[in-house]
């Protein structure tokens, strides 16, 4: 399957997808959205594929939504098509997937990245939410999500002022898992997803599910939710294969059931 605006590659067990609109720093258009979200469909639905890494070029990650597709709608153009909920299928995706930031990761830019189960950035990397100097504000979900990765009093301050946060204070907020040089960024972003890409898949699907819950409800239902899949694994092939594996000190091979 080929794509206007993604590049889209199989490695082994991990899908590589690069946003690819050079000429606007990979500016998030509408179609772009309906790439992207055939693309994490189908990585979801391929059994062979257990990890995603989602990345752009070594100047852009994406500096927004595409700021000339915006400019002429209108207040019912906006909320009668419900303008980039497509956005919502793109993080309703179940395996993991990692965001590989380099450059800036602007606006609708920043807010993609966050979709993501973690972001690794490469050490130019550039997040910001700077709508406000467009008059309007973040849309797709950064005030949520900055919010909650690095706290009120930083999130309110980078949405107020529009300013940029360097690779380095990205990771000491909590915004980022961990930094590596710009151009080793995709292939230590593929490493890492190698590593999660060999782990049982049930196993990974959980892990995601009950971390992404500690955002959504109390830490006591948090808590009985994570029990409750971790009850769930007993009934898998692969926990019986895990366990025993660990045992007779050899790796364990899994089917995913
Ligand atoms: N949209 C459209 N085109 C863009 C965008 C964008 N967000 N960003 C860059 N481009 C285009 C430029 O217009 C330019 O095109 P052209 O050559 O045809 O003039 C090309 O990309 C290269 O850009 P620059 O020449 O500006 O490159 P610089 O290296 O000088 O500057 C910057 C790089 C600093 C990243 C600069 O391009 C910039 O400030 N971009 C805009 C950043 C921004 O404001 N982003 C937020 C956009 S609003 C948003 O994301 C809202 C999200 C929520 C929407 C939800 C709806 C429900």
């Known amino acids: 399957m080929t794509y206007e605006t993604l590049l889209v590659e199989q490695r082994g067990a991990v899908t590589l997808i690069t946003l690819n609109r050079p000429q606007a720093l990979n500016a998030l258009n509408s179609q772009l ?15 062979s594929q257990r990890c995603a890494v989602l990345t752009g070029s070594e100047k852009a990650f994406a500096a927004g939504a595409d700021i000339k597709e915006m400019a002429s709608q209108s ?6 098509s419900n ?19 380099n ?4 606006g609708g830019g920043c807010e993609l990245a966050m979709m993501a189960d973690f972001i690794i950035a490469g050490d130019n990397a550039k997040f910001g939410q700077p709508e406000i100097k467009l008059a309007v504000t973040p849309g ?7 919010t909650r990765a690095i706290g009120k009093a930083k999130a309110m301050e980078m949405c107020l002022t529009g300013r940029m946060m360097d690779a380095a204070e990205a990771e000491r907020s909590g915004l ?11 292939d230590e972003a ?11 898949p049930l196993a990974a699907l959980a892990t995601k599910e009950m971390v992404n819950a500690a955002f959504e409800t109390t830490l006591q239902q948090g808590v009985v939710f994570e029990r ?12 019986k294969e895990g366990m025993a594996a660990f045992v007779e000190k050899r790796p364990g091979m899994w089917t995913g059931k």
């Open 33 to 47: 959205l309906a790439d992207l979200i055939t693309a994490f469909a189908a990585f979801d639905a391929d059994d």
């Open 75 to 80: 207040f019912a153009d906006m909320y009668g």
């Open 83 to 101: 303008f980039f909920a497509g956005y919502d299928k793109v993080t309703a995706t179940r395996k993991p997937w990692i965001a590989a930031v």
């Open 103 to 106: 450059g800036f990761a602007l």
């Open 140 to 146: 797709m979900g950064g005030s949520q999500r900055l």
């Open 176 to 186: 980022v898992a961990k930094v590596v040089a710009a151009a080793e960024l995709v």
């Open 190 to 200: 593929v490493k890492t997803a190698e590593a999660i890409a060999a782990m049982a």
């Open 228 to 239: 409750r899949l971790f009850h769930g694994l007993f009934g898998s092939e692969d926990q």
